[in-house]
């Protein structure tokens, strides 16, 4: 019996660990990681967290825009594809985190946040397109 109780913690061990790095998240990079990654994949959609008023001030070439606020447990039919490689971004990484586990919750596998708008060092656009 002195044997069997230490193999069987063992495997309570492993179990635990196993099950916690099945969980679903998603990654964080930095804006030089980023473009980097723009650079080399196809068909991946740029998210801006922001409010509606921040995007139209200033946003990355491309984005689009829905705002974290409007983000709850409903399917988002500008995101229709849940495997679809979604880099996400704000002002200053909070409210990409943020929207970013609520994608995560929605489903959605492929999720990369990538910090704030702050931080990218290319080119911005304004307007609401």
């Known amino acids: 019996m002195k044997r069997i109780i230490p193999i069987l913690m063992t495997l309570l061990l492993f179990s635990g660990c196993a099950t916690q790095s099945a969980e679903k998240t998603y990654r964080q990079i930095t804006?030089?990681?980023?473009?980097?990654?723009?650079?080399?994949?196809?068909?991946?959609?740029?998210?801006?967290?922001?409010?509606?008023?921040?995007?139209?001030?200033r946003h990355i070439p491309g984005a689009i825009n829905i705002a974290n606020e409007s983000i709850g447990t409903e399917d988002i039919p500008e995101l229709p594809?849940?495997?679809?490689?979604?880099?996400?971004?704000?002002?200053?990484?909070?409210?990409?985190?943020?929207?970013?586990?609520?994608?995560?919750?929605?489903g959605y596998t492929n999720i990369i946040e990538i910090?704030?708008?702050n931080s990218w060092p290319g080119e911005t656009v304004t307007g609401d397109k």
């Open 31 to 57: 804006m030089e990681e980023a473009i980097t990654m723009m650079e080399e994949e196809t068909g991946y959609i740029i998210l801006d967290v922001r409010t509606a008023q921040e995007y139209s001030e």
């Open 115 to 117: 910090g704030g708008i």
């Open 81 to 106: 594809d849940k495997d679809q490689l979604i880099l996400v971004y704000c002002r200053s990484g909070n409210r990409s985190k943020q929207a970013s586990e609520k994608l995560v919750k929605l």
